[in-house]
């Protein structure tokens, strides 16, 4: 919630907008179209308690959910196309360190490759936005 909180106070800075978004992970094994509603639940759950989060606090939040093979590389190319400013996220969750060694944390990979700056954290220290945002300049 900090997170969404600090990304909803900073769209708001840069008269701009939020955009959260669940990436529902399926193996090779499952196609990504066609499928139950019952694999969205936790996602769609979780997406409507951000929302209802933001707007407890005054704000209002688009919510996306997507089925996909990996979070990390999907997280980036949604940014792209959306045309985000920015990425928030919250640091990764404790994995095992056996898995660290073979892929790489979703975090890392954000970083690395996205197009636009990524804001990490629990979004306990501010957030200062540029004076313009792309999106004012364009």
Not at 24 to 43: F, H, K, W
Request: aromatic share 6%; charged share 25%; with cysteine.
């Amino acid at each position: 919630n900090e997170t969404l909180l600090s990304a909803c106070k900073a769209a708001e800075a840069m008269k701009g907008g939020v955009i959260a978004l669940y990436v529902i992970v399926l193996p090779l094994t499952i196609p990504l179209v066609d499928l139950p509603e019952e694999i969205d639940r936790e996602g769609r759950s979780i997406l409507r308690q951000a929302s209802q989060a933001a707007r407890s606090e005054g704000f209002t939040v688009a919510t996306r959910l997507v089925r996909a093979r990996d979070v990390a590389t999907t997280i980036v190319s949604e940014a792209i196309e959306l045309g985000v400013d920015f990425i928030f996220m919250a640091p990764d969750r404790h994995r095992p360190l056996w898995r660290t060694w073979f892929t790489p944390r979703i975090t890392e990979h954000v970083v690395r490759n996205a197009l636009c700056p990524v804001v990490v954290g629990e979004g306990r220290a501010s957030f200062q936005p540029p004076l313009a945002s792309r999106r004012q300049t364009r």
